[in-house]
């Protein structure tokens, strides 16, 4: 099977901008969760999305949105960025987002705010 | 809510020394625990998890952990590091339930000095 994908990989903007990022899960897997990297705060949870629904909200501005399609693929949207939106953006997906699911995780999109 | 603390932020060994990473976890009942590492540039991928039963896992790569309920630890071992395994780890915790966020650790960076 494929691993999880995300396109692009890098990414440079310049702040007030917007930008879309995109996730390929694993086929067959209904949960997609994504996270932000950084160094200074680590991981952190933006949100997940089951059946095209969002299920769980990590605690960010409402800048950050996301949705999943038909087809399990998800993206997610930042809106008018700022210098500190500047991280590794991570997708994971898993079968059914349970707690004992696995994620697998994808290679990241690397965004860069000037 | 649960919570994870790898107190270890850099761990160096030499190339061929026994490695473990310690983590210590909070959560009311009996979590879902994982070890996940990532390699520079690239996303995490999983190196064990614990959910039930015996209470030393094995995983990938040779690497092993062990649950301790009355240290409400999980550490991750290796009998003989290679310069390959030089990356950072993370441990997460999950809980049980229909949907659930993941609580990663901040991450340890091993560095093997060969």
């Known amino acids: 099977k494929a691993g999880v994908t995300q396109t692009p990989r890098y990414l440079i903007k310049t702040r007030g901008q917007q930008v879309t990022l995109s996730c390929s899960p694993i086929s067959g897997h209904r949960s997609v969760s994504w996270y932000q990297q950084t160094p200074g705060q680590g991981l952190q949870f933006l949100f997940e999305y089951f059946s095209e629904t969002q299920r769980n909200k990590g605690n960010f501005p409402g800048r950050f949105s996301g949705r999943q399609f038909s087809n399990s693929r998800s993206e997610m949207n930042v809106s008018t960025l700022e210098l500190g939106d500047s991280a590794l953006y991570l997708c994971a997906s898993s079968l059914e987002g349970g707690g004992a699911d696995t994620q697998y995780f994808g290679p990241g999109t690397r965004l860069t705010v000037l | 809510a649960q919570s994870v603390t790898q107190p270890d932020i850099h761990i160096t060994v030499s190339e061929g020394a026994s490695l473990e990473l310690r983590c210590n976890y909070s959560y009311g009942a009996t979590p879902y625990l994982f070890w996940y590492v990532q390699s520079p540039g690239q996303g995490l991928q999983l190196l064990l998890k614990y959910f039930s039963g015996d209470t030393l896992v094995q995983g990938i790569k040779g690497f092993e952990a062990e649950f301790k309920r009355s240290q409400s630890s999980f550490n991750l071992r290796k009998p003989s590091v290679h310069w390959s395994d030089a990356a950072e780890y993370f441990c997460?915790?999950?809980?049980?339930?229909?949907?659930?966020?993941?609580?990663f650790g901040r991450g340890t960076s091993l560095i093997v000095h060969p």
């Open positions: 997460a915790v999950g809980a049980s339930g229909g949907s659930y966020i993941p609580t």
